[in-house]
């Protein structure tokens, strides 16, 4: 079983930044495939960026492309999700999922084991 832990929400202005961190509790982190996902009140469950097992590839949805950063550091078993120039429409609570496997997941149909989340608000 993979545990999973959201850390670094919170309330920031429009166009500022914040560094959200996944801290994972696995034997093997580097052998799992990793995401982003966010879910706005009455909204989907929707994938804001993933990345594969060594950090080579990623993936981000259109919204975010060019603003947020995915990254990896196995090492400390964390996941990190960099996120500049936010927007209003970024306010969501983010959650980290994890699925054993080494390419790129893009689906929340595609993972297994998922945070607590972390909100973020962002203000005009």
């Known amino acids: 079983q993979v545990q999973l832990v959201e850390s670094g929400g919170g309330l920031v202005q429009a166009g500022g930044s914040l560094r959200l961190s996944c801290a994972a509790s696995?034997?093997?982190?580097?052998?799992?495939?990793m995401g982003w996902f966010r879910q706005a009140p009455g909204k989907e469950r929707d994938i804001v960026a993933a990345?594969?097992?060594?950090?080579?590839?990623?993936y981000y949805a259109d919204s975010v492309k060019g603003r947020f950063t995915i990254s990896r550091d196995n090492a400390r078993n964390t996941v990190y999700l960099q996120m500049n120039s936010l927007k209003p429409e970024d306010t969501a609570v983010y959650y980290c999922?994890?699925?054993?496997?080494?390419?790129?997941?893009?689906?929340?149909?595609?993972?297994?084991?998922w945070g607590q989340g972390t909100q973020v608000t962002v203000s005009s």
């Open positions: 999922a994890a699925r054993f496997g080494t390419v790129v997941l893009t689906t929340r149909y595609e993972y297994d084991y």
């Open positions: 696995v034997r093997t982190f580097s052998s799992y495939a």
């Open positions: 990345i594969n097992w060594t950090g080579g590839r990623t």
